[in-house]
């Protein structure tokens, strides 16, 4: 099916989130549509899916103009979406959810005919080789094959035009090279294909075209034969940059953070983190990579006091914290970049001066007696807003407006402005531009330097490979391997992620071949 | 533990098999526990009921409100049996668990209860037939409201306002059925009148995304408000207006002949049967039709149904005016199928009552009903008893079955989980 985009341009209040965008292809292309959180990607696919409406422009389906004022009409069409956040409902089967719309009844009553679904959903695995049980519930499917489903869920609908948002963004390294092949096959079988990324490599690999977006425009049109990493990044921010992070050598001291034995269960009461034991010395960097559910989230809040251990200690500088409550880790100085910021880093609907001031407001010089001193506190607030170049309108403004990225520079400033003996920063940069990213990383480098013990967790690989001295990937609840120095490298994160074990000698047959140039970061890391 | 890897090795496999043995054991454990806490309530029976009946004591249970129908039972032997038939049970279950478990405790719950009358009632005559039937008159409305519960909330629409939404159809199709002097007008209008008011509630809640706790109890407050007044300065005035008079009961020709099941199940007044199909119908198209898989869809996930081009804001308004219509059934029944009149505030909590027993039958019409059936059959338990007199206040019995609901609410005895989106408006785009 050939699909084409006319000049549309989308507006928000306040916001130009699409201008003037054009795009075209053909059936059996893939076209990788790429550029950083907020570049407008998702905007424009939701015009072509029927979501939004475009203000102006066209969009052609077969040289046709159509107007799609709902999904329903985009999927008539033959557009189908497969969502970054799956749109499968949990407690339905997979047969339910893929007939969801598009049920096939018999009878007055409209009684669903499963067996027909059944059948239709047996005959697209076989014929595009994506398996799965028509009748497992959603919730019991490991999220490659909830993937696969809602590949699925999109050809039963019969598309001719598949829209990928971000499908990789949960995926192992394995699932991700499984994908990549389904979408080359789909391709070949004449379906065409717009696969919306922000991650380099995949657009390499798999692209026929690529269009990079940045703030809503066009600004670069390429193919993977034409361009490379370094030169796809540089057209995604608009300069030329530096993915690396300027960071001496670590000197690590004394161990600051030691771990035993910890174990800790996730809101299922399912054992989450499995006897974990590691340690994290002063000055030194220990970054935890993995896949996003493999317990991390669960380790980073037994560490900092929101989630009770099942068994086992943690220890800070010999001090036992292993049931310590956040206020009294804030009081021996515990720094904590919560993962999620909306939700445990800030109060929305709080002034940026009072999200400030979230750990320190009922002492001096922020609180009278029982009173609070607003002068001390807009006083700091302003002082620290032009320390940390917090884009905010006023030290009024409610944090829940701000732009992701100035909302954790807030979280920043307030756990940086006292110097940590421990800092924890769960996925600090996720959805930030490259220079809130820049920024956050050599503050984190800076917090080291000046003696703090410093736990990442991140499933971002470039970010990990960044920052870390010291890498362990964590897989089903335990490290499935701790690297160090020369051992460092995508290949063995990848592999450890996935649950495999490496040995240490085989790194070199096994690396993926990369030019050096295109793999900045890691390459940054190595001196 | 979500098992995310592709094609693990086979030794990774290890701990969540550890986890599952585990799992097992735990479950094994459970298991015994249930074992002796039958063994503990048969043992109980026995002390209690078995010796606390006097030998030579014989309870007689009428069968039939129309003939003689009844038997008799020597008290003390009844129940020594009941309790060591529980004990029994309880031994075997400790030993080795049954399968079916929850089969056999509804089983020993009825055993218990069936002790205690005979315990209760000994050295006298008990109409069981009675109670049943009142049994099933009490629990029609609170069924009808929970049907009205479970098709807004499946849509994903709290529903609070059922009590409202029955006390507005109580005075709507009494004042319609005596204006008129046709009952048949009343029930139209008594469904429309709870239907109205779900309108309502689903444009506050659906396009206005009012808080949906506010907006039910707002429309509580406008229903009892309303309706007293009207009442107080309408029907004081022409008492005419408050005379609408009850349905007949109707016998079903065959069915209600046969003896005690007859009387009890098929010798009743419209809305009795009107239940008797919805609750099974709503429940078969909730769960195999089109149509309940969009409404489901759209109470579990409703940004997944609007992607597939399922119009979210139509079928909550559809799911809710509905369940209005359900919540009128039920409260048209209380002023044309049983008293006859309308009374202020006549509904008496029961639009809530009907809320726990949608929980504890998990949002589901038909568990709905064998919720409402216990606390129908415990109301009706309380005030024969209390007629009777016993040892034990009768308020007790009537608090049972809510401090079960509390249990089950709390997550004891099995997940009671609503609705995904239960509660929470839907913003499109």
Redesign the interface.
Known sequence: MKVELRGITKRFPGVIANEDVNLSLNSGEVLALLGENGAGKSTLM?CL?G??RPDEGEILINDQVVDFE????A?VAGIG?V?QHF??????TVA??L?????S?SGP????NLDDARKRINDLSDKYNLPVDPDALVRDL???VEQRAEILKALY?DADCLILDEPTAVL?P??IA?LEKVIRELADSGKSIIFITHKLGEVMRIADQIVVLRHGKVVGRTTPEDTTELGLASMMVGRDIQLVVDKPEAEPGAPMLEVRDLSVLDDRD???V?SLDFEIRAGEILAVAG?Q??GQTELVEAITGMRPALTGSIHLDGEDITSATPRELWTRDLGHIPEDRQADGLVEPFSVADNLVLNTYNWKPFAKGILRDSPEVRSHANQLVEDFDVRTASIDTHAGTLSGGNQQKVIVAREFTHSSRLLVAAQPTRGLDVGSIQYIHGRIVAERDSGAAVLIVSSELDEVLALADRVAVM????FSGVLEGDEITRTRIGLLM???TVDSGDSSETDTPEPPTQDPSADGNAR | ?????????AD?IQ?PAD?EIALEAEELHKAKRVGWIWIFVGVAIVWLFGFGSEAGVETTFNLSLESDLSITLPSRISCLAIGAIIVLLGIVQSIRPLPKRTIFTVLIVLMAVFAFLIWATRDSSFSMVGMLQSTLIRATPLALGALAGVLCERSGVVNIAIEGMMLFAAFLGSFAAAATGSLWIGFVVGVAGGAILAYGHAGLSVTYKVDQIISGTVINFFALGITSYLAAQILTKYPDLNRAGTFARIKIPVLGDIPFIGEILFDNNIYVYTAYFLLPFVTF?LF????G??V??VG??P????????NVYRTRYISVILGGGAAGLAGSFLSLGSVGSFQQNMTAGRGFIALAAMILGRWNPMGALGAALLFGFAESLQSKLAIIGTPIPSEFLLMAPYIVTLFFVAGFGGRARPP?ADGVPYEQ?
């Open positions: 939701n899916y979501l939004y709902t999904p329903g009409d999927m979406m969502h749109m499968l409902v949990p407690v339905f339910e959810n007939m969801l719309g598009n049920e009844v009553l409209g009684v669903l490991p999220v490659g609908r192992t394995d699932e499984e399912a054992v989450a499995e896949v559910g493999n897989y089903e609840g335990r996935a649950g495999r | 533990m979500t098992n995310i890897g592709a094609n693990l090795p990774e701990a986890g198209m195999k039709s089109r149509w898989l969009r489901r869809s579990e996930l940004k997944a149904a609007d992607t597939v081009g399922i995904a785009g």
